[in-house]
């Protein structure tokens, strides 16, 4: 493409925007709804996931052996377990430690318990203590654990890894469901613009293909338009998001501070790390796949 | 040049707007296609253009058939073409020069040439000296001129005009048609759609006469018939 068709493609684009000036604000209005609405969205999806993941991480499973089980075998049985994929870490508790444990937890240094100073009632409660990046996966993950030679018993808590597991659903699904609606609304009101566009140029569209105008070279100022209003649309509430999503966390951390200390907040720039990214593509991909549509439509002259 | 082989073209069911046409056209010939409103005259522009397909036949113009032409061929093969209309289709929002050159712009032309040319091609048509008024700024006339120097500044092989007279009055009308005889003796190839009786009979040149869809006559200094 020469620098003049450059030249003429964004003029053209912008004469277009100006053209329908009205119609461009309410594309970008109702954008920048759309991603905003999808920017609050992913971050309360993110938090909730990351409040839910360090649950998922503080929900150990408890593996422990047979009786006799030496020490080679039970290094054997932590090095398989840690080799699956949804298993984030493991911690080994020796007899010992285990008893240790259970003294502090239930005797609390009262004298009782030196009753049992030379033989430790737990001798058998060498154990591992698995911790899961994916709690969904907890039953699958003790069904391998229980089939594994020398392991005796294997306690789970099913009832955390289940209402857990649904949160994460549940999240995932209402996210992918306004998502989807979000786009299909976008791209109805980038294609209404560029309709509008298209009925005002339709003549000049029409003598551009007698002349031997190629489709590119017609359809080029709509797209432009198109990835203009996106850029647009997607700036606004990035940018109203970022401040919006700062003072939200102070305020619900003074507002209930009990949750200072046990609720960790994704801080923005991480959010943004994807978010940014996401919400500029998603704005420009709207932008040109309604300007695209809309135009293939009225090329065929 | 143009060659029509057993061309028609139906909308629908009933009788068709183009019926088994054939016709011949050599380069540099000056040809009226006439004919009633509804004898398919535009229509055959129309084919011609590539603005339509035909139903069934050949048509070959400067050696490329146009049945099963693909879409994206079809500009480079309208760049061989000029196209005239009757109701001039001019951008209003742009001046003179503006839409001249925006025929060059479209097929891309580089800034310099675009430069040099168009003042050269108002000067053909005799509009040099308006070529910064707005078309609503001009007469019928001239209007167009400007239609015909932006059918022209591309140097198309063809010029194909759909009644270009028909919103002019008679003087007008006949400047035009002198206009297209100059286009026509520096080797340009005009086929002329037109009903205006008058002026086809003043020029004797090869009138072909359309008649429901088919051609009925075709003479080489012929005159305007009634069907």
Redesign the interface.
């Given at each position: 493409m020469r620098p003049s068709t450059i030249w003429y493609t964004l003029k053209q684009g912008v004469k277009n925007i100006k053209r329908n000036w009205m119609f461009s604000l309410a594309s970008i209005i109702t954008m920048a709804a759309c991603i905003f609405l999808f920017g609050i969205f992913f971050s309360i999806v993110n938090n909730v996931n990351n409040i839910a993941h360090k649950v998922e991480q503080e929900v150990p499973i408890t593996v422990f052996f047979e009786e006799g089980t030496t020490n080679k075998q039970i290094k054997a049985i932590g090095k398989k377990i840690k080799a699956r994929p949804e298993v984030e870490k493991i911690e080994y508790q020796s007899a010992d430690e285990a008893w240790e444990e259970y003294k502090e937890q239930y005797f609390q240094g009262s004298e009782a318990a030196d009753g049992f100073k030379d033989d430790n009632p737990l001798a058998n409660s060498a154990n591992y203590r698995v911790y899961m990046n994916d709690i969904t996966k907890q039953s699958e993950l003790v069904s391998y654990i229980q089939e594994l030679k020398h392991v005796r018993k294997v306690n789970q808590s099913e009832e955390a890894a289940k209402t857990l597991g649904n949160i994460n659903k549940l999240v995932s699904y209402i996210s992918i469901a306004i998502i989807v609606l979000l786009l299909i609304i976008s791209i109805f009101l980038i294609s209404n613009t560029v309709s509008v566009g298209i009925a005002v140029r339709k003549e000049e569209i029409g003598i551009m293909k007698y002349i031997g105008a190629t489709d590119a070279f017609v359809r080029a100022p709509f797209l432009l338009e198109g990835m203009v209003l996106g850029v647009v649309g997607a700036a606004v509430p990035l940018i109203v998001l970022y401040f919006c999503y700062n003072g939200a966390i102070s305020y619900i951390l003074t507002r209930f501070n009990v949750l200072t200390g046990v609720v960790d907040f994704i801080p923005v720039w991480q959010i943004y790390q994807t978010l940014l990214p996401i919400s500029l593509g998603l704005g420009i991909g709207i932008g040109l796949i309604g300007s695209f549509f809309t135009t293939r439509k009225h090329l065929r002259v | 040049m143009i060659d029509l082989i057993d061309v028609s073209k139906s909308y629908g069911p009933g009788l068709p707007a183009v019926n088994h046409a054939n016709l011949h056209i050599d380069k540099g010939e000056f040809v009226f296609v006439v004919g009633n409103s509804g004898s398919g005259k535009t229509t055959l522009i129309k084919l011609l253009?590539k603005?339509l397909d035909s139903t069934s036949g050949q048509i070959i113009v400067s050696g490329e058939r146009l049945e099963g032409m693909k879409?994206?061929r079809v500009?480079?093969?309208?760049?061989k073409?000029g196209?005239v209309f009757q109701d001039f289709?001019l951008?209003k929002d742009r001046n003179v020069y503006e839409n001249v050159a925006?025929?060059q712009?479209?097929?891309?032309r580089?800034?310099r040439v675009?430069r040099k040319r168009v003042p050269e091609v108002l000067q053909e048509v005799g509009l040099a000296v308006k070529y910064k008024s707005f078309p609503d700024e001009l007469s019928g006339g001239e209007q167009q001129r400007v239609a015909l120097a932006?059918a022209l500044v591309?140097r198309p092989d063809i010029l194909l005009a759909d009644e270009p007279t028909g919103n002019l009055d008679p003087k007008t009308s006949e400047e035009i048609m002198k206009l297209l005889e100059q286009i026509n003796d520096r080797g340009t190839t005009v086929v002329v759609v037109t009903h205006n009786k008058d002026i086809v009979n003043s020029m004797r040149k090869r009138v072909v006469t359309m008649h429901e869809g088919s051609i009925i006559s075709d003479e080489k200094e012929g005159e305007y018939h009634e069907a």
């Open positions: - | 253009m603005e879409h994206r500009a480079k093969y309208r760049r073409l196209v289709r951008l925006f025929a712009r479209v097929v891309n580089p800034t675009i932006r591309n």
